[in-house]
């Protein structure tokens, strides 16, 4: 008689696009379960999804505005029960990993940033991904993982980008102490930092604008843009068990940007 294993299940926020894609097919790849959120790109969720599905492992597509998430409470709770029902049907009996990969760019100067960018960025990038995991900790058993996203702007300079990087640098704080007050559950927290890569963010700058393509790798050691496989591969080996004894890490994936 075959015995059927629960599987392991995680959520990513913004799954439906660029480095959210890409980690969600990988990690099913891998054997997981997926839960990806979306905002407002229903079909290219569902796409996503059913080549997540063909891998063989359960799939559940979520409407999410984590900007919301994050002003609204009445808005997160309904969203984490939506995640519990999504775990039932798909018999698992909790989450093993969230990873929030949900967010936007602003490119302004500094001295032109306004004050509404500024406060969005940290509701989506700093907030949101601080009260959703909170939000979730129920449906974390022992042994999850979280990972968070950062960026390489949190470690070099970029004019443009002072705000943006601002958040991430939170972002890497907020990190530091989930990992520590998390440890004693045997939560581990860790902060992915990806470079610039081809997607669509940004209005898709790296990926479409040849000059911009090229500055980036002329400033990357592996000398190319990355791609989103680049980082998407990464995601299922910080939440393995071979990464089980990093919590609180920063883990940048940048080709050996602007060393």
Not at 191 to 212: E, N, S
Request: hydrophobic share 45%; glycine share 14%.
């Amino acid at each position: 008689m075959t015995t059927q294993t629960t599987p392991k299940t995680a959520l990513i926020t913004g799954a439906s696009r660029g480095l959210g894609r890409s980690s969600a097919l990988h990690l099913a790849r891998a054997g997981w379960g997926v839960i990806g959120t979306y905002r407002s790109e229903r079909a290219e969720a569902e796409a996503v999804l059913a080549e997540v599905r063909g891998q063989g492992v359960p799939a559940a597509a979520l409407q999410l505005d984590v900007g919301a998430a994050a002003s609204d409470a009445a808005v997160r709770e309904a969203f984490v029960a939506a995640v519990r029902d999504a775990l039932g049907r798909a018999g698992a009996d909790g989450l093993r990993a969230v990873v929030h990969f949900a967010g936007h760019g602003v490119h302004a100067p500094y001295a032109e940033t306004t004050a509404e960018q500024l406060e969005e960025l940290l509701r989506v990038h700093v907030s949101a991904p601080f009260l959703l995991t909170q939000a979730l900790l129920p449906l974390l058993g022992e042994g999850s993982r979280v990972v968070n996203v950062s960026s390489g702007l949190a470690r070099f300079t970029n004019p443009g980008y002072a705000a943006y990087a601002a958040a991430k640098g939170a972002v890497e704080v907020m990190t530091r102490y989930q990992a520590a007050e998390l440890g004693e559950r045997g939560i581990r927290v860790n902060v992915l930092a990806p470079g610039a890569i081809a997607t669509d963010f940004g209005g898709g700058v790296v990926r479409d604008v040849a000059a911009v393509g090229d500055v980036v790798a002329r400033a990357t050691a592996l000398g190319r843009v990355g791609l989103p496989e680049d980082i998407g591969a990464v995601v299922p080996q910080l939440l393995s068990d071979g990464f089980g004894w990093a919590s609180g890490t920063r883990i940048e994936v940048s080709g050996g940007q602007q060393l």
